[in-house]
Nanobody, 114 residues
């Protein structure tokens, strides 16, 4: 059984930064493709960024140039560095193993407000 535990959410001002972390248990992390998703109130969950085991990254257009996904296989952890935050980034952020399994974290709230 794989568990994903997110941390690092909270309140930030517009233009500010937050760094999310997702710690994974289990032995598949190093080969797994990982993703960060978010869901704002009344909206569908959307993919924000993903990273393959080979460090290939992809980003939603809305966060390109502002967010950076990275991973540390030695720590079984994936990160999402969020800079130049906007109020529309407010959402619950979820970590997910995309491949070769399908596991979700419990989510962490990010609120961007002055």
């Amino acid at each position: 059984q794989v568990q994903l535990v997110e941390s690092g959410g909270g309140l930030a001002q517009p233009g500010g930064s937050l760094r999310l972390s997702c710690a994974a248990s289990g032995s598949i992390f190093s080969i797994a493709a990982m993703g960060w998703y978010r869901q704002a109130p009344g909206k569908q969950r959307e993919l924000v960024a993903s990273i393959s085991s080979g460090m290939i990254t992809n980003y939603a257009d809305s966060v390109k140039g502002r967010f950076t996904i990275s991973r540390d296989n030695a720590k079984n952890t994936v990160y999402l560095q969020m800079n130049r935050l906007k109020p529309e980034d407010t959402a619950v952020y979820y970590c997910k193993i995309i491949w070769p399994a399908n596991y979700w974290g419990q989510g962490t709230q990010v609120t961007v407000s002055s």
